[in-house]
């Protein structure tokens, strides 16, 4: 699908804490149970959904990728 788009797909750590980063400020929970939807960071008090919040994090994780020059699969035309 990449490929038909003229995308580029950028693999990140399957360990990267997404979910437990703080899209704003970057603090990382040590431990955040799957039953905790939402949590507020204790750092710069922003409220996050946990599925957003760990979609910007792999977003910006795969264009940091990118600038750095890390290659994936699906190549742009």
């Known amino acids: 699908k990449a490929e038909w788009a003229e995308r580029q797909v950028v693999e990140i750590d399957q360990f990267f804490p997404s979910s437990k980063r ?16 939402e949590w507020e960071c204790p750092e710069c008090e922003t409220h996050h959904d946990r ?4 979609a910007l994090n792999i977003k910006t994780a795969g264009l940091a990728g990118l600038a750095c020059g890390a290659t994936g699969t699906g190549m742009a035309a």
């Open 22 to 37: 703080c899209s704003g400020c970057g603090f990382v929970h040590e431990s955040l149970p799957l039953s905790i939807r």
């Open 51 to 54: 599925d957003i919040n760990a």
